[in-house]
């Protein structure tokens, strides 16, 4: 069963920091890893997917890394705002022979707060 | 593109009533998937359809939960007798699913669900 954990579980810093956030997965058989953010309350939005074959992917502030063989992936956000402040999720597709019909897997979250 | 819509937005029943939701997905995409998120954890995959055909049900999908795509359109999760223990966000998503990059998921704002 495939099992995804986030560390850390909050992070508090303060604005224009750059900050890493790591997501570690137990089954390197995936077909795609996907981050999202959700505000409180809200539902969530997709920031980056990365395929199994690509290494990272960029979208201005953020650039997301993954290394399959050993289950991690990053996401790197860069000189941080409060608004970037939200609950970031990271999520994997297990690979399914050819074809993948997407059922996600999450992490708990990581809670970002980004103060002025 | 208007996006994934999720209705109603905020749901309080007593318990032992029956509720259901309604999700409009993208107007292209052929494949929904319905999550249950609860306070504090990241989204749990609960079914997921490819147009009209229910493909995959959790086993936290009781048989107090049905969830339906008549059309291959919009979507429709119903819970009978519901229990506090259901309170939790509803998510909808969907996506084409024809390539790897249509494999990512776009979400709608959800339905939060109080039992009281």
């Known amino acids: 069963k495939q099992e995804v954990t986030q560390i850390p579980a909050a992070l508090s810093v303060p604005e224009g920091e750059n900050l890493v956030l790591n997501c570690s997965f137990t089954?390197?058989?995936?077909?795609?890893l996907q981050w999202f953010r959700q505000d409180p309350g809200k539902g969530l939005t997709s920031l980056l997917l990365i395929q199994s074959s690509q290494r990272e992917q960029t979208s201005g502030r953020l650039n997301a890394s993954l290394d399959k063989s050993s289950g991690r992936s990053t996401l790197y956000i860069a000189a941080s705002q409060p608004g970037d402040s939200a609950t970031y999720l990271c999520a994997v597709i297990r690979y399914a022979g050819g074809t993948s019909y997407g059922k996600l897997t999450f992490g708990q979250g990581t809670i970002l707060t980004v103060h002025p | 593109d208007t996006g994934v819509s999720q209705d109603p937005r905020h749901k309080i029943t007593k318990r032992g009533q029956n509720v259901t939701f309604r999700c409009d997905p993208i107007?292209?995409?052929?494949?929904l998937y319905w999550y249950r998120q609860t306070l504090g954890q990241g989204p749990e995959f609960l079914t997921y359809f490819q147009n009209e055909a229910q493909l995959e049900k959790s086993r936290l999908l009781s048989d107090r939960f049905s969830a339906e795509r008549p059309k291959g359109s919009f979507s429709t999760l119903e819970i009978q007798r519901t229990e506090q223990g259901d309170s939790a966000m509803y998510l909808c998503?969907?996506?084409?699913?024809?390539?790897?990059?249509?494999?990512?998921?776009?979400f709608g704002p959800g339905t939060r669900l109080t039992v009281t």
């Open positions: 998503a969907s996506n084409s699913g024809t390539s790897v990059k249509s494999n990512e998921q776009y």
């Open positions: 089954d390197s058989a995936i077909y795609n």
């Open positions: 107007s292209e995409h052929n494949r």
